[in-house]
T-cell receptor
Framework: KQEVTQIPAALSVPEGENLVLNCSFTDSAIYNLQWFRQDPGKGLTSLLLIQSSQREQTSGRLNASLDKSSGRSTLYIAASQPGDSATYLCAVNHLGGATNKLIFGTGTLLAVQP | EPEVTQTPSHQVTQMGQEVILRCVPISNHLYFYWYRQILGQKVEFLVSFYNNEISEKSEIFDDQFSVERPDGSNFTLKIRSTKLEDSAMYFC?????????FGSGTRLTVV
């Protein structure tokens, strides 16, 4: 059974710092991996999608990497800003079952202090 | 940018009542999903829908739940007789090759 774990559960950094969020998954049979941002009480905003054949994706200050064989992904945020404060969710699109459903981690709650 | 739209944003219902949560997925997407998130817990898969039928459902999606795509644009989740433990945020999503797009969710509170 695919399990997705995110560490740390919470992180507080001063503005301007670079930071890394970690995601690990137990079964490497994935179609892709997607990072989302969730603001309190709100929906899920897609940040980056990495296909299983890719090693990384970049969007602005965000860079996501994928090492499928070791079951790991990282989300790197450069020059963090208070507006980056949110919960970051990693989800793997698992190969298996009739459809490729997303299996989510528990998230990392990020607070960027001004 | 295309969006997935969900209504209502918040619904309060009495235990035992039926609720219908509504979603308008992105028009050219073919796969549709419902997920839920109980407060403080992971986002969980409920059901996927393709070609006008359920393609997969989780163990959470019991006989109390049903989904429909009544008119080619709306996608609904019905809970027949709500329980307190159905209180959660319910997310609709649709999928294309570039990944999932989620709606902003419906917060369901069962009292």
């Amino acid at each position: 059974k695919q399990e997705v774990t995110q560490i740390p559960a919470a992180l507080s950094v001063p503005e301007g710092e670079n930071l890394v969020l970690n995601c690990s998954f137990t079964d490497s049979a994935i179609y892709n991996l997607q990072w989302f941002r969730q603001d309190p009480g709100k929906g899920l905003t897609s940040l980056l999608l990495i296909q299983s054949s890719q090693r990384e994706q970049t969007s602005g200050r965000l860079n996501a990497s994928l090492d499928k064989s070791s079951g790991r992904s990282t989300l790197y945020i450069a020059a963090s800003q208070p507006g980056d404060s949110a919960t970051y969710l990693c989800a793997v699109n698992h190969l298996g079952g009739a459809t490729n459903k997303l299996i989510f981690g528990t998230g990392t709650l990020l607070a960027v202090q001004p | 940018e295309p969006e997935v739209t969900q209504t209502p944003s918040h619904q309060v219902t009495q235990m035992g009542q039926e609720v219908i949560l509504r979603c308008v997925p992105i028009s050219n997407h073919l796969y549709f999903y419902w997920y839920r998130q109980i407060l403080g817990q992971k986002v969980e898969f409920l059901v996927s829908f393709y070609n006008n039928e359920i393609s997969e459902k989780s163990e959470i999606f019991d006989d109390q739940f049903s989904v429909e795509r009544p008119d080619g644009s709306n996608f609904t989740l019905k809970i027949r007789s709500t329980k307190l433990e159905d209180s959660a945020m319910y997310f609709c999503a649709s999928k294309a090759s570039y990944g999932y797009t989620f709606g902003s969710g419906t917060r369901l509170t069962v009292v």
